[in-house]
């Protein structure tokens, strides 16, 4: 593994990079339902509002975001409040090289440590190289959405795959811990170095 290879915690300079990734899986695919790539501008104002409570990781490869993952709310109603949705977006030409795994390894480590207790990840289907990394990494399928996205001439079903972050799911479950609480132990960092051991050159 290289040394020039790093993940991080996302900063607003990196909104350029993640548009590069991003943009090609809107405008050609139906891995993302969105319909036309989003700003700069938007791009930063979705990290601002995600850190105060949900970790957005990169990996940085020899300077270059070559990937990113993040989690966001699951759903509005507080009840949901120990649930996120996670979402990752690896550049084709770093693909298959455990990137992908290593970002989603450490975003559910740090998930679990701010005290969330389940992962839930929307899979427009087929797609087997996605369904095959989340199950690698304990997800489970809970069902399927028939017909529900329109895009690129056609309708796609959607797959939804659940992992449990707590286990036992603690009862009562305490509020889950602001990102910047996380980021101030030392396991943060321990969590990052941990999961760049998978990836390979």
């Known amino acids: 593994m290289s040394r020039a290879v790093c993940l991080r915690l996302v900063?607003?300079?990196?909104?350029?990079a993640l548009q590069r990734i991003y943009a090609p899986y809107v405008r050609e695919t139906a891995v993302s339902f969105e319909l036309e790539p989003p700003t700069l501008e938007q791009?930063?104002?979705?990290?601002r509002a995600t850190l105060?409570?949900?970790?957005?990781?990169?990996?940085?490869?020899?300077?270059e975001v070559v990937g990113y993952a993040y989690a966001n709310r699951y759903r509005e109603r507080a009840a949901y409040r120990w649930s996120v949705e996670?979402?990752?977006?690896v550049a084709p030409a770093?693909?298959?090289?455990?990137?992908?795994?290593?970002?989603?390894t450490a975003l559910l480590r740090i998930?679990?440590?701010?005290?969330?207790?389940n992962a839930f990840a929307a899979i427009a289907l087929p797609n087997p190289a996605s369904v095959a990394l989340h199950e690698a990494l304990g997800f489970t399928s809970v069902g399927v959405y028939r017909s529900v996205g329109y895009k690129l001439g056609r309708w796609y079903d959607v797959g939804w795959w659940?992992?449990?972050l707590q286990l036992p799911t603690p009862l009562p479950p305490p509020?889950?811990?602001?990102?910047?609480?996380v980021c101030a132990t030392p396991a943060w960092q321990a969590t990052l170095d941990a999961a760049l051991a998978g990836i390979r050159p």
């Open 11 to 16: 900063e607003e300079h990196d909104a350029a």
């Open 43 to 47: 791009i930063v104002a979705r990290i």
């Open 94 to 104: 770093h693909q298959r090289r455990g990137i992908g795994r290593a970002l989603y």
């Open 52 to 63: 105060p409570m949900y970790p957005w990781l990169v990996c940085e490869r020899d300077g």
């Open 175 to 181: 509020p889950p811990l602001p990102l910047a609480q």
């Open 111 to 117: 998930l679990a440590l701010q005290g969330y207790c």
């Open 162 to 164: 659940q992992r449990s």
């Open 86 to 89: 996670v979402t990752i977006y």
